[in-house]
C-alpha cells in the first residue's frame, strides 16, 4: 500500500502529469507487486520560486525535476527499492519524457501499524 506525493514545477500539461502517476503505478505493479487499484498518488505543482532543485550528488538537473516520496510498508528490502528506482527512471523516460537525472526518489518505511486506509480502523496493525 504505497502513498506517493509528487512535487514539481507548475506549468505541465495534464497529459504530462497523468504519464507520470501511469508510469509510478506501473513501475509500483512490477517492482513492489502492489494489487490492481493500489493507487494512492498526489501531485503538487509549484510555481518556480517555490520549487527549488539543486545538482548535489554530481546529478545535472534541469527544471523538469521531479521529487517523488514513496511512504510504504517498513518490509521492503533494498533489492526492492533498487529495482523500483531504475523502473521508474526508464518508465518516465519513455513517457512523458523526463530525463532521468531529474527523476528525484525518496522512500520513507512506515511500520503496519502507523496507517489507517478508511474507517477510522489500522487494518494491518
Same mark, same amino acid.
Given at each position: ?27 509500483? !505493479?512490477?517492482?513492489?507487486? =502492489?494489487?490492481? &487499484?493500489? %493507487?494512492?498518488? $498526489?501531485?503538487?505543482?509549484? +510555481? ?22 514513496? $511512504?510504504?510498508?517498513? $518490509? !521492503?528490502?533494498? +533489492? ?9 527512471? %526508464?518508465?518516465?523516460? +519513455?513517457?512523458?519524457?523526463? !530525463?532521468? +537525472?531529474? =527523476? ?8 503496519? %501499524? ?5 474507517? &477510522? ?5
Amino acid at each position: 500500500m504505497p502513498l506517493l506525493h509528487i512535487s514539481m514545477r507548475a506549468g505541465k500539461p495534464a497529459a504530462y502529469r497523468q504519464a507520470i502517476l501511469d508510469g509510478l503505478y506501473r513501475a509500483m !505493479r512490477e517492482a513492489f507487486d =502492489v494489487p490492481e &487499484g493500489d %493507487e494512492f498518488m $498526489t501531485i503538487s505543482e509549484l +510555481e518556480p520560486a517555490n520549487f527549488r532543485c539543486g545538482n548535489a550528488y554530481g546529478v545535472k538537473r534541469s527544471e523538469d525535476a521531479v521529487l517523488i516520496q514513496i $511512504t510504504v510498508f517498513a $518490509t !521492503r528490502p533494498a +533489492e526492492q527499492k533498487m529495482a523500483l528506482y531504475r523502473r521508474i527512471a %526508464e518508465l518516465l523516460g +519513455e513517457n512523458p519524457g523526463i !530525463r532521468p +537525472e531529474d =527523476v528525484f526518489v525518496n522512500v520513507l518505511n512506515a511500520p503496519p %501499524e502507523n496507517w489507517s486506509v478508511g474507517h &477510522g480502523l489500522a487494518q494491518f496493525a
